[in-house]
């Protein structure tokens, strides 16, 4: 394969400031669901799941640091007796609450732990514009902003609080934890390092001729935003052609597969547009993040500190299969001492979104309980 089309960012004819504006997040309209078709909103009330029958789920709302209102579902079990631990959950990147990490929620919730399913600053139903811009530091600020909602609930032994993350929301955890000890202990699944990926490419493929490229893309679009005085959408992983330009497309997956489309699209795909997994406020299910997006992650690079998580502990989950699984062994190897890594045989990288065959929810159970005692 390809590493400039490892992630599926199929390049795009033309420029990309000749790139439209696409609808507002939820405008698209659904279809039959398929492996070749566009996804549908879920039919169990929006959810991508069914809720446990032992759990009870309440949305509700808090603010961070920079005054932004976040939106959060916070499942408890129904059976809740004295003060329980609790998680702060979220990620994919792209993704939306009612979609894994609501999945991880709810499943964790039924083990015993107060649990918080948030959508990140700007994203699905949380406030914050433009909409569908990331911030590796508000993303960041978002998982102690949940700390602090959670530590302020009666239900909640603050003193056992951690952390669970799915995908690229995994690294802000990560992250979160090394500045913040209220995080006792923190496990990821299929991490991604999304500071590294947008600014070295798929397995640090980048040249650094293509890496200045991409800046000089960011920073000619960010005149193409201010002139016209609206946010592009472009991909947030710069692909580039056979010529070795460029090539930004303006959705993170197409309306339909290509047939010949690489592994990895497939298996995205396979989740985001089908019943599976489509939402429609997931920018993954339906469009693309502000083309601008990757500056910031250019800048702020995530887990630099992550010597300062001990002695705390955190569990990487990875499938043996997954592109993204050197994230994972790549963390691990600098804080051995810290890090514990759990490999998946049989398992890719989407496969941990929703697998619950899969999911080593026994493990990460069993760590928790170690761990937030």
Known sequence: MERRKALGLIAAAGA????????????????????????????????????????????????????????????????????????VV???????????????????????????????????????TPRDVASPDIYTEDYSAAVDFLGLQKIVDRERIGAQAVCGLSGMALTA??????????????????????????????????????????????????????YARLSHEVPFDADGNVAPTNRVLPKTLPAG????????????????GYHPRSINSTTAWTATTPMS????????????????????VAGADAHSRYYSEDVQAKAPDTVDLLIVPGADHVDLYDRKDLIPFDKLDQFFTENLA
């Open 16 to 87: 990309a400031a000749s790139f439209p504006a696409l609808p507002a997040f939820g405008a698209e309209p659904g279809h039959a669901a398929g492996i070749t078709g566009q996804g549908k909103a879920p039919a169990k009330g929006g959810y991508t799941f069914a809720l446990d029958k032992n759990v009870k789920r309440t949305s509700v709302r808090f603010k961070n640091r920079y005054g932004i209102t976040v939106a959060g579902d916070l499942y408890v079990p129904k059976n809740a007796k004295g003060k329980l631990p609790a998680l």
């Open 90 to 128: 979220s990620g994919p990147f792209g993704a939306v609450k009612e979609q894994s990490s609501g999945l991880y929620a709810n499943e964790l919730a039924r083990r015993g732990y107060v649990t918080l399913a948030f959508d990140p600053s700007f994203t699905g139903e949380s406030g914050g």
């Open 177 to 230: 934890a090394a500045a913040d000890s209220r995080i006792k202990a923190v496990a990821t699944a299929s991490m991604y390092d999304m500071s590294r990926s947008m600014s070295r490419g798929h397995e640090d493929y980048y040249t650094p001729e293509q890496r200045q490229k991409v800046v000089d893309h960011l920073s000619r679009q960010r005149w193409i935003d201010a002139e016209n005085g609206t």
């Open 261 to 276: 489309a690489d592994p990895i699209t497939r298996i995205f795909f396979d989740y985001y547009r089908t019943e599976r």
């Open 297 to 316: 992650f250019f800048a702020f690079q995530l887990m630099t500190n992550i010597d300062m998580l001990a002695p705390r502990k955190a569990l990487l």
